[in-house]
């Protein structure tokens, strides 16, 4: 069984930093294409980052662009998100999500974590 596991949210001032985690088990994650997505109250789901399983193509919104960089550990099948010069808008819930292909949008991918609290706020 596929599970995956954000962790590294928090409450951060503007400008702050923050790194996210994504655990995976049940899967090789250098196998799949890994996405992050984002959801703030509201507001639809929006495609953050992705990577794919070859490390040769990663994509990133153009909201997040030169701020977030994305990155994998297959020994540790782990992928992080790290986000610098964080904003308020960048406030929402964080969800990792796996996939044999890449893809940018939600419905390209199967398997899902339960999220992590990401609040930018002074």
């Known amino acids: 069984q596929v599970h995956l596991v954000e962790s590294g949210g928090g409450l951060v001032q503007p400008g702050g930093s923050l790194r996210l985690s994504c655990a995976a088990s049940g899967i090789t994650l250098d196998d799949y294409a890994i996405g992050w997505f984002r959801q703030a109250p509201g507001k639809e789901c929006e495609g953050v980052s992705c990577?794919?399983?070859?490390?040769?193509?990663?994509h990133y919104a153009d909201s997040v662009k030169g701020r977030f960089t994305i990155s994998r550990d297959n020994a540790k099948n782990t992928v992080y998100l790290q986000m610098n010069s964080l904003k308020p808008e960048d406030t929402g819930v964080y969800y990792c999500?796996?996939?044999?292909?890449?893809?940018?949008?939600?419905?390209?991918?199967?398997?899902w974590g339960h999220g992590t609290q990401v609040t930018v706020s002074s």
């Open positions: 999500a796996a996939n044999r292909y890449l893809g940018i949008r939600a419905g390209d991918y199967d398997y």
């Open positions: 990577i794919s399983s070859k490390y040769d193509t990663i």
